[in-house]
C-alpha cells in the first residue's frame, strides 16, 4: 500500500471565542495545554503514530504562530520524502472569487486541487481542538471492513449529555441511520468526535455539488453527512473508547489539564508506544528550590519552583517565587507567579506576571479564573 | 566563523570511574537532560562554526544515536557538516589508539575542508564560550597557537593531572607543566587551541614522526621554544570531568540555578539530542527540595540536593539525597541513597541505606538490580 493513501486534513481555523482572551491573538489549536504541548500537537503526534505521512492543516483565524508552528513538521517525524506537513490557508485562485473557508466541508472544497495533487484513497477530516490518543490506521481497517463511504468516529456520552453533541443514531451493525446536530432528545448516546474518513472520489463529488447549494452552511455535520444519508451512502460509526476532551471553555481546558494529575487518567502522555510529539525547546531542566514544595502537580522543564504549587500544571519556562503559592491552577509557558503571591482555580496564561503578593481565584470559585495580559 | 571545529578525546588521565566503562566521556548523561559533549558542541555552533569533527576513541555507537547529523545542534544540513569520525582500524595496542593516530587516519576531511583555521577542544571541559573574541585575539596577536586556560586558585583539589600553562607578561606560554595539586593557584589549560589548519597539519604530522606515542598535547609541550603559543583566559565558570569525584562535584554544583544559568541562557542555548518525554509527576506523596529534575520523571518519594535525568521512577518512602539518578533508573519503595551515583536504567530495590561521600561518591552500575 502506498504510504499516502490516506491523507488527513486537519481543520485548525477556528477561533474557540469561549476560551476568551487565550485565543485572541492565537488559534485555538495553538492555545497550550500539559505544560509543554498545544492542542494540535495531539492530531498530528495521532497522524504520526498511525503512519500517516501527508497532512494538511487548515488555519485562518489567527494564524501566523499557527502556520509556522505546524510547518516544522521534523518536530512530530511528519518530514518524510513522500510526505509532510502542508500549510492551507484561503488563497486567491484562478476563476474564484477569494473567500475565507465558509465551513468545514468548503475548507476542504476550497483545497480540492491540493488532495488530486496528492491522490489519496481515503481522506481523514480531523479537528485541531481535541485532546486524545487515537490510532487512525484502525479505524481506516475498520472503515474498509466496512465497505463504507464514511466512517464517523464516535464516543459513547451520558444520556443527560448527549444534548450538547451531534448524535449518531445507529442501527444494530452500527449503520448510522440519522444524525441529530445537539438534539433536544437525543435518541442515542453516540457523539461524534469530529473525526471522519471518506473515500476520496466519492467525498470530492459530494463537496463539488455542495459548492453549488446556495443554502448550504458547507459544513460536513449540517450539509455533507445528511447529503450522504439522503442518498442512502453507507455510513458506519467507529466506536472509540478511551480520553476524548473537546476543551472549548477555560473550564473545560482546566479540566483536561488537572486530569494529568491523576495516575489512573485513561491519558497517559507518559506512554513511550505512543508518544505526544512538540516543539522542542532548549532549556534547563526544572529546579525545586530549597524550601520549595511541589505535591499533585505536573511540571516541565525550564521551570523554577522556590514557593508551594499543589494540583497544579506548570508550563515550559514557569517561575513561582518564594512563599508564592499556586493550587488547582494552570500556569502557562512563561508566566511568572511573583513572590508572596497565591493563585487558586486559575489558568495564567503564557508570559504573564502575577506580582507579588497578590491574591487570584479562590477555592471555593464556581469557575476558573482567566488571567491574562490586558487587551492591547 | 572560517574555522573547522575539531572535538578531540580525552587522554588516559581522564578516568570516570564505572560511568566511563560503558561509553566515552562525551556521551555521559549530564546534568539531568545533557551529556557531556553537548557543551562544547554547542558553544562551537552557537559561535558559527558550521564544520565540526567529533573524534571518537571508541564506542562510536552511542556518539551516533546521540549527535545524529548535527542538525539538533544547530548545524545547516546544507551548509554544514558534522563528522563523528575514528580509527577505523585495530590498533595493536591501545596505547597506540590517540588522538594523532585518530588524525592521520582521517587526514583527508582535515585537508579538504575549506577553512583556513581550526579550534581544537575536548568535551570533558564544561564552559560556556564564544569562539568569536577568542579568534579575533589569535588573529590580532600574531601568535601561532592560542590556548584556552582557566587561571583557578582551587588548583590543590582541583584539576588534578590537567594541564597548567606558565605565562610570561605577554601571555606567552613558557612552559607547559602538569597539575598535581601541590599548588593553590595554577593557569589550567582547557587544552582547547586555536591555530591555522595549515599549522595544524604540520604539528600533527611532525608528532606522529617523532613518536608513535605522542599526543597532540605532547607535540605542542615540545614546541615552545619554537612557536609563539599563547594563552587566553576564560572567565566563568570552568569544570573538568577527569574522574568520578570531579563528575558528581561539577553536577551538585550546576544544581544552584545561579550557576547552570551562566552556561545555559537563552541567547546561548546548550542544545542536546531529546526524548518527547512527557513533564514530570509529582504525587501528594512528593517531597522535592533543591534539585534539578528532568522530564518523564514520576516523584513519589523524598528527594533532596540531587539531580534527576528524565524517565526516572523514584517510589514512595525512597529517599534520595546529594545523588545522581541517569536517565531510566528506579529507586524502589524504603530504598534510601546517600551520595550515589546510579547509572541507567539501573533498579535499585536494596532496603540497607547506601551511603557515599562527596570524595567517594557509590555508583551504582548500569541495568544493575540490587
Redesign the interface.
Known sequence: MRANSMVAMILAGGRGTRLFELTKKVAKPAVHF???YRIIDFPLSNCANSSISTVGVLTQYESVLLNSYVAKD?NWGLDTNDGGVFVLTPRERDQANFQVYLGTADAITQNIDFLDSVDPEYVLILSGDHIYKMNYDKMLTYHKEKKADATIAVLEVPLKEASRFGIMNCDAEDVIVEFEEKPKKPKSNLASMGIYIFSYQTLRKYLLQDLKNEKSNHDFGKDIIPAYLNDKKKLVAYRFKGYWKDVGTIDSLWEANMD??N?NSELD??DATW????E?V????????????????????GS?VLGDVKNS??GTNCTVEERAKVIDSVIMPGATVGEGAKVTRCIIADDVVVPAGAVLGSADSENILLVAKESE | MRALGIINFEDDTANIEGLGEFRPVPAIAFLGRYRVIDFILSNMTNSGISNVHVYCKEKPRNLFDHLGDGTLYNINSKRGKLRILFGEKSFSSPVYNHDIANFILNMQYIEEDPNPYVIVAPSYFVYSLDFNPVMKAHIDSKADVTVLYKATTEAKSRFLGCDVLMLDKEKKVTEFAKNRGNYKSRNVSLEAYVMTKKLFIELVEKAAKTSSLYWFKDILAESVGTLDIRGYGVKGYVSCLNSLPEYYRTSMELRDRDESVSLVKPEWPIYTHTNDSCPTRYTETADVTDSLIANGCVIEGKVEGSVISRNVTIRKGAEVKDSIILPGAYIGEKAKLDHVIVDKYAIVHHVKKLEGTDEDPVYVKRRDRI
Open positions: 500539559g505544560g509543554k521534523h494529568l494529575l495516575a502522555l507518559g508518544k505526544i510529539y512538540t522542542d532548549n532549556s534547563l531542566p526544572q529546579y525545586i528550590g530549597a524550601d520549595a514544595h511541589v505535591e499533585n502537580s505536573y511540571v516541565t522543564q523554577v500544571v506548570l
